[in-house]
């Protein structure tokens, strides 16, 4: 039996990566051929389609807790893993930046911005409770619901897919200076987690680690663990990366003005769509190229490290 589940997680994990991408590329490469009026629409539909991939990912966690012991451990756990690699990632971004000479630079501090990124997050929350709510409701009325985020979560890979081949990338932005912002991610959410296993002796390394490597990317991360392990460390990876973003948003509007990179590298991969207005309006138009080159950077890469880790 365990020899078993050796072949069939990492096929598993093959064959849903293979299904992200797919569904990423898809969108990105026949963006030009579908018609304009399609693209609009389906630009419209994507911030309100997180949102409903938010109701479904919760109305499934909220039936998956009922069977799961320790509900407020995992809140714990979700929110100590998220400060940790939040400031992992701002800290080791900064080291880095430190080595190569880069110095701090001037700005101003915005308490509208700040408030006006409350907002934005509010209504992640609000999707969130909404669906918690709604699978109670079905519950008490008698009706069973089951709940597949998975489909959902291919179509909103295929539209972030569209949103990407209308982004402005330029070539000139992969630079090193500017690579340096997800490296720094990348490592310092490995010693975020690193550093958290002293702290929550309940979860093995392997699974912190693999939480780790969600990068915020909490529509996705989630989902997939919950495929690839089991429903309690999927509420963990959805819990972990919405605050992970919460903490980002943070930071980018406290100290962002002052150290642009490295709030940046804390926002992860939600640095180049969620976030980006408040790089643009926290950290201003000369980092855009870091956000965006960040971003797609870690969206790419969490799927692939997260269902990879999930399969070890």
Same mark, same amino acid.
């Given at each position: 039996?365990?020899?078993?589940?050796?072949? #069939?997680?990492?096929?598993?994990?093959?064959?849903?990566? !293979? *299904?992200? =991408?797919?569904?990423?590329? /898809?969108?990105? +490469? %026949?963006?030009?051929?579908?018609?304009?009026?399609?693209?609009?629409?389906?630009?419209?539909?994507?911030?309100?389609?997180?949102?409903?991939?938010?109701?479904?990912?919760?109305?499934?966690? #909220?039936?998956?807790?009922?069977?799961?012991?320790?509900? !407020? *451990?995992? =809140?714990?756990?979700?929110? /100590?893993?998220? +400060? %940790?690699?939040?400031?992992?990632?701002?800290?080791?971004?900064?080291?880095?930046?430190?080595?190569?000479?880069?110095?701090?630079?001037?700005?101003?501090?915005?308490?509208?911005?700040?408030?006006?990124?409350?907002?934005?997050?509010?209504?992640?929350?609000?999707?969130?409770?909404?669906?918690?709510?709604?699978?109670?409701?079905?519950?008490?009325?008698?009706?069973?619901?089951?709940?597949?985020?998975?489909?959902?979560?291919?179509?909103?890979?295929?539209?972030?897919?569209?949103?990407?081949?209308?982004?402005?990338?330029?070539?000139?932005?992969?630079?090193?200076?500017?690579?340096?912002?997800?490296?720094?991610?990348?490592?310092?959410?490995?010693?975020?987690?690193?550093?958290?296993?002293?702290?929550?002796?309940?979860?093995?390394?392997?699974?912190?680690?693999?939480?780790?490597?969600?990068?915020?990317?909490?529509?996705?991360?989630?989902?997939?663990?919950?495929?690839?392990?089991?429903?309690?460390?999927?509420?963990?990876?959805?819990?972990?990366?919405?605050?992970?973003?919460?903490?980002?948003?943070?930071?980018?509007?406290?100290?962002?003005?002052?150290?642009?990179?490295?709030?940046?590298?804390?926002?992860?991969?939600?640095?180049?769509?969620?976030?980006?207005?408040?790089?643009?309006?926290?950290?201003?138009?000369?980092?855009?190229?870091?956000?965006?080159?960040?971003?797609?950077?870690?969206?790419?890469?969490?799927?692939?490290?997260?269902?990879?880790?999930?399969?070890?």
């Amino acid at each position: 039996m365990a020899q078993h589940q050796i072949i #069939t997680l990492p096929m598993q994990a093959f064959i849903l990566i !293979s *299904q992200l =991408l797919v569904c990423l590329a /898809a969108g990105y +490469f %026949f963006a030009k051929k579908i018609p304009s009026s399609f693209i609009q629409l389906c630009f419209k539909v994507l911030p309100y389609f997180s949102y409903l991939l938010l109701i479904g990912i919760s109305m499934e966690f #909220t039936h998956a807790l009922e069977n799961i012991h320790g509900s !407020s *451990q995992i =809140l714990t756990s979700a929110t /100590a893993l998220a +400060f %940790f690699t939040t400031m992992g990632s701002f800290l080791c971004c900064f080291a880095l930046y430190k080595v190569i000479g880069i110095q701090p630079v001037s700005g101003k501090i915005s308490l509208a911005l700040l408030f006006k990124s409350f907002i934005s997050i509010s209504y992640a929350c609000l999707a969130l409770a909404t669906g918690f709510l709604l699978a109670k409701l079905l519950e008490n009325v008698g009706i069973s619901i089951q709940v597949n985020t998975w489909y959902l979560l291919l179509v909103f890979m295929f539209l972030i897919g569209l949103d990407l081949a209308f982004s402005p990338l330029d070539r000139s932005w992969l630079n090193f200076k500017i690579l340096l912002v997800p490296i720094g991610c990348i490592i310092g959410s490995i010693i975020g987690a690193l550093l958290c296993s002293i702290f929550l002796d309940q979860l093995q390394l392997k699974d912190l680690i693999m939480l780790s490597q969600g990068y915020g990317f909490y529509s996705m991360s989630g989902i997939v663990i919950t495929e690839l392990k089991n429903p309690a460390l999927g509420s963990i990876a959805l819990i972990n990366d919405l605050f992970r973003e919460i903490f980002a948003i943070i930071l980018m509007y406290c100290i962002g003005w002052r150290y642009p990179r490295s709030a940046i590298a804390s926002a992860a991969a939600t640095a180049m769509d969620v976030s980006l207005p408040m790089v643009k309006q926290a950290c201003g138009n000369d980092f855009i190229p870091h956000a965006m080159v960040s971003g797609f950077i870690l969206s790419i890469l969490a799927p692939i490290a997260v269902s990879l880790l999930a399969a070890l």
